[in-house]
Nanobody
Framework: VQLQASGGGLVQTGGSLRLSCAAS????????MGWFRQAPGKEREFVGA????????DFADSVKGRSTISRDNAKNTVSLQMSSLKPEDTAVYYC????????????????WGQGTQVTVSS
């Protein structure tokens, strides 16, 4: 299984970013896909997730209202769009796949990508 996250970079405060995750080696349409982030010195935290059928989507309070998640089961991809970015959004962002349930916990996910760095300058 491979999850390849991309789209990170340096963005100014107030800007937007679209992260993508390309999956291979798994029955993608059967997996909940999650996005997490980890800032230096902090624990990895939930950002958002989308159920296998896109019938359930949720976000962490810290990004709710300025983030969207979408998926394309035909292309095995999931995307996270974030706007009104803040310096505290600076982190490495990871995509993850979970077969069994809609998960918020880091240890609830079966597979992880390598992460993509997002840096928001003030």
């Amino acid at each position: 299984v491979q999850l390849q996250a991309s789209g990170g970079g340096l963005v100014q405060t107030g800007g937007s970013l679209r992260l993508s995750c390309a999956a291979s080696g798994l029955a993608f349409s059967m997996y909940t896909m999650g996005w997490f982030r980890q800032a230096p010195g902090k624990e990895r935290e939930f950002v958002g997730a989308i159920r296998w059928d896109a019938g359930r989507i949720d976000f962490a309070d810290s990004v709710k209202g300025r983030s969207t998640i979408s998926r394309d089961n035909a292309k095995n991809t999931v995307s996270l769009q974030m706007s009104s970015l803040k310096p505290e959004d600076t982190a490495v962002y990871y995509c993850a796949a979970d077969r069994l349930a809609f998960q918020y916990r880091v240890n609830g996910y079966d597979f992880w990508g390598q992460g993509t760095q997002v840096t928001v300058s003030s």
